[in-house]
């Protein structure tokens, strides 16, 4: 299985900072790999897909990058509503796994 | 738009049988993979098994296989998770997530189901 690892797990910031998330997959995987955002009490909602593609409707404060093994979300400006779980994906191959996700926190 | 409305929440008994569902509206129910996803209480994402309502097809991960039994209606472009045995582990949100066209990962989620339970 491909293990994919997030760090930091949780991070404090004010608004305006520049965040990023770093997320390492066990083996290369190419760039098969997503990033969700997920706020208190609602459902993941996907943000990036392929590593650096941006999902419609999606601030372009966030940003993808990486490939390999080695990928990174960066939220350039970070805003009030930034406030969320942040989780990657691998999809190389079976089973899918998820990274541990990365609480944000505004200061 | 794409939609997919899961059932409300359920509190139950541990042995009790449960069955949740989950609505796929705004596209062609029978070409997309349909995943369930649990979410333990404050712990992170766990994809349990993945449906293909054209043919229901389907795919459970390892931990969960045995465990649950997935199934899909599309007459009524419906997902189901069941359970016949509940145990106070499955304490969880339970979602249900669309997969991307020809890609492995989730393009649209429900808004998830809570399983919780009373003494």
């Known amino acids: 299985d491909v293990q994919v690892t997030q760090s930091p797990s949780f991070l404090s910031a004010s608004v305006g900072d520049k965040v990023i998330i770093a997320c390492r997959a066990s083996r290369a995987i190419s760039n098969y790999l997503v990033w969700y955002q997920q706020k208190p009490g609602k459902a993941p909602k996907l943000l990036i897909s392929a590593a650096s593609t941006l999902q419609s409707g999606v601030p372009s404060r966030f940003s993808g990058s990486g490939s390999g093994t080695e990928f990174t979300l960066t939220i350039s400006s970070l805003q009030p509503e930034d406030s969320a779980t942040y989780y990657c994906?691998?999809?190389?191959?079976?089973?899918?796994?998820f990274g541990g996700g990365t609480k944000v926190e505004i200061k | 738009d794409v939609q997919l409305v899961q059932s409300g929440a359920e509190v139950k008994k541990p042995g009790e049988s449960l069955r949740i569902s989950c609505k796929g509206s705004g596209y062609s129910f029978t070409t997309y993979w349909v995943a369930w996803v649990r979410q333990m209480p404050g712990k992170g994402l766990d994809l349990m098994g993945i449906?293909?309502?054209?043919?229901?097809?389907?795919r459970y991960s390892p931990s969960f296989r045995g465990q649950v039994t997935i199934s899909a209606d599309k007459s009524t472009s419906t997902a189901f998770l069941q359970w016949d045995s509940l145990k106070a582990s499955d304490t969880a949100v339970y979602y249900c997530a669309r997969r991307a066209f020809n890609y492995e990962y989730f393009d649209s989620w429900g808004q998830g189901t809570l399983v919780a339970f009373s003494s």
């Open positions: 449906i293909y309502p054209g043919d229901s097809d389907t």
């Open positions: 994906q691998q999809f190389a191959s079976s089973p899918l796994t």
